[in-house]
């Protein structure tokens, strides 16, 4: 399961970048943004966040193209 998690990460990393570079997201939005994501990861919600992550990619990694 890390190799999922650092992959997400990455893929996540990447998006923020692009955002940066090619739509106008300021540092501080994407700062606020991963402060939510910290503080929405010691909530309740967080369990089922992290299901349906989990189920969207076992669905990806199933797809055959």
Excluded: D, Q, W
């Excluded at 939005?29 to 369990?47: I, M, Q, R, W």
Aim: hydrophobic share 50%; glycine share 16%.
């Amino acid at each position: 399961m890390p190799v999922l998690n650092m992959s997400g990460v990455l893929v996540l990393g990447v998006v923020v970048v692009l955002l940066s570079r090619k739509h106008g997201l300021k540092g501080s939005h994407a700062t606020v943004c991963a402060l939510f994501g910290f503080y929405l990861s010691s909530t309740a919600v967080a369990p089922g966040i992290k299901a349906g992550g989990a189920s969207l990619a076992g669905l990806l990694g199933g797809l055959n193209f």
